[in-house]
C-alpha cells in the first residue's frame, strides 16, 4: 500500500494563504548559554536574517562557549553579529585593529558599528575597509543611548555608512522602546519619523530595534510584513513572525498582515 503524502506546516500555510517571507527579524542573544542558543536556532534558524551575540557578554563569557555559539549559527546559514557596545570600547581605547581581529577569528560575520555613548569620531569608509580586511561585514547603529534622537542627524549618518558600505542601519531602541530613538516616554512610536528614514535609506536596508511586545506590534502593523525587526529576545521570536504573517489574534484583522483567501481576495 502506498504511503499518503505527509501532512505539513509549511503546505498547511500555503493552504491558509500566508505570504512566504524571507527572515526579516534579527534577534538577539544577551548572554544565553550555548544549548539555550542552539536549541533556538534549531527551531527559528529559517527566521532569523542575522543574531546578535549581544552587547560585550561575548567577552567575559568562558571564550569555548562563545566559540561554540557563533559556529551553532553559522552551521545554521544564520549570520552572527556583535553589538555595538564593545565596537565603541574598542575604538576610545585605540584597540580597533585588535579588536577586528578577535571578531574574525572567532567566526562572527558582520559587527555593529555606532556612537551611542561615547564620544569618537568615526571614519565610515575606513572602518568598514578595515573589517572587509577580516572578511567582516558592518551594520550601523545610529540613534544615541542617552540623549535626544535626531532624525536629520540619523537620515545623515546612515546615508553616509551605507554608501561607505554598510549592510544595513540600525535604529536604536534599547531594552525599553521608550524615550529612545523614535519612541516617546509613553512608548508610542513616531510613525512618520520611520516612514521618513524608510524613504531615506530603504525598507531593505533599515532594521528597527523592537524590545518590547507594543514596539514590535506597533511596526508590523504600520509599516506591513516586511519590515525588518531587531533586538528581539529569541523567547520572542516566534510570536513576532506569527504576528507579522496575520496568524496572532491581533493580527488577523488588519488587511496589511491578515492571509489572503485562495480566491485571491484580501479579506479584512
Same mark, same amino acid.
Given at each position: 500500500?502506498?504511503?499518503?503524502?505527509?501532512?505539513?506546516?509549511?503546505?498547511?500555510?500555503?493552504?491558509?494563504?500566508?505570504?512566504?517571507?524571507?527572515?526579516?527579524?534579527?534577534?538577539?542573544?544577551?548572554?544565553?548559554?550555548?544549548?539555550?542558543?542552539?536549541?533556538?536556532? /534549531?527551531?527559528?534558524?529559517?527566521?532569523?536574517?542575522?543574531?546578535?551575540?549581544?552587547?560585550?557578554?561575548?567577552? *567575559?563569557?568562558?571564550?569555548?562557549?562563545?566559540?561554540?555559539?557563533?559556529?551553532?549559527?553559522?552551521?545554521?546559514?544564520?549570520?552572527?553579529?556583535?553589538?555595538?557596545?564593545?565596537?565603541? +570600547?574598542?575604538?576610545?581605547?585605540?584597540?580597533?585593529?585588535?579588536?577586528?581581529?578577535?571578531?574574525?577569528?572567532?567566526?562572527?560575520?558582520?559587527?555593529?558599528?555606532?556612537?551611542?555613548?561615547?564620544?569618537?569620531?568615526?571614519?565610515?569608509?575606513?572602518? +568598514?575597509?578595515? %573589517?572587509?580586511?577580516?572578511?567582516?561585514?558592518?551594520?550601523?547603529?545610529?540613534?544615541?543611548?542617552?540623549?535626544?534622537? /535626531?532624525?536629520?542627524?540619523?537620515?545623515?549618518?546612515?546615508?553616509?555608512?551605507?554608501?561607505?558600505? %554598510? +549592510?544595513?542601519?540600525?535604529?536604536?531602541?534599547?531594552?525599553?522602546? %521608550?524615550?529612545?530613538?523614535?519612541?516617546?516616554?509613553?512608548?508610542?512610536?513616531?510613525?512618520?519619523?520611520?516612514?521618513?528614514?524608510?524613504?531615506?535609506?530603504?525598507?531593505?536596508?533599515? *532594521?528597527?530595534?523592537?524590545?518590547?511586545?507594543?514596539?514590535?506590534?506597533?511596526?508590523?502593523?504600520?509599516?506591513?510584513?516586511? +519590515?525588518?525587526?531587531?533586538?528581539?529576545?529569541?523567547?520572542?521570536?516566534?510570536?513576532?513572525?506569527?504576528?507579522?504573517?496575520?496568524?496572532?489574534?491581533?493580527?488577523?484583522?488588519?488587511?496589511?498582515?491578515?492571509?489572503?483567501?485562495?480566491?485571491?481576495?484580501?479579506?479584512?
Amino acid at each position: 500500500m502506498k504511503t499518503p503524502p505527509r501532512a505539513t506546516t509549511s503546505d498547511y500555510l500555503r493552504e491558509l494563504g500566508v505570504a512566504e517571507l524571507p527572515p526579516l527579524t534579527s534577534p538577539f542573544d544577551p548572554g544565553y548559554d550555548p544549548l539555550t542558543l542552539e536549541s533556538h536556532l /534549531s527551531q527559528s534558524h529559517h527566521l532569523m536574517a542575522a543574531i546578535k551575540i549581544s552587547m560585550a557578554c561575548w567577552l *567575559v563569557a568562558e571564550e569555548e562557549a562563545t566559540r561554540r555559539k557563533v559556529a551553532a549559527a553559522r552551521d545554521a546559514a544564520v549570520p552572527a553579529v556583535t553589538g555595538g557596545g564593545p565596537f565603541e +570600547v574598542a575604538v576610545a581605547q585605540r584597540k580597533l585593529p585588535q579588536y577586528l581581529e578577535l571578531c574574525a577569528d572567532i567566526g562572527f560575520s558582520r559587527i555593529e558599528c555606532g556612537a551611542g555613548f561615547t564620544d569618537v569620531d568615526l571614519d565610515a569608509k575606513r572602518i +568598514v575597509g578595515l %573589517a572587509a580586511d577580516h572578511g567582516l561585514e558592518v551594520q550601523y547603529e545610529v540613534g544615541d543611548k542617552h540623549a535626544e534622537f /535626531s532624525l536629520a542627524s540619523a537620515i545623515a549618518i546612515g546615508t553616509e555608512w551605507l554608501d561607505a558600505g %554598510a +549592510v544595513s542601519i540600525v535604529v536604536e531602541a534599547r531594552e525599553s522602546a %521608550a524615550g529612545v530613538g523614535l519612541f516617546d516616554a509613553s512608548g508610542s512610536l513616531d510613525t512618520a519619523g520611520g516612514e521618513r528614514l524608510v524613504e531615506a535609506l530603504g525598507l531593505d536596508r533599515v *532594521v528597527f530595534e523592537a524590545p518590547t511586545k507594543d514596539s514590535q506590534f506597533a511596526f508590523l502593523s504600520h509599516f506591513g510584513p516586511h +519590515v525588518r525587526l531587531g533586538n528581539v529576545r529569541l523567547e520572542e521570536l516566534l510570536r513576532v513572525e506569527i504576528y507579522r504573517r496575520g496568524l496572532h489574534s491581533d493580527a488577523f484583522s488588519q488587511p496589511k498582515l491578515r492571509p489572503r483567501r485562495d480566491d485571491g481576495d484580501d479579506v479584512a
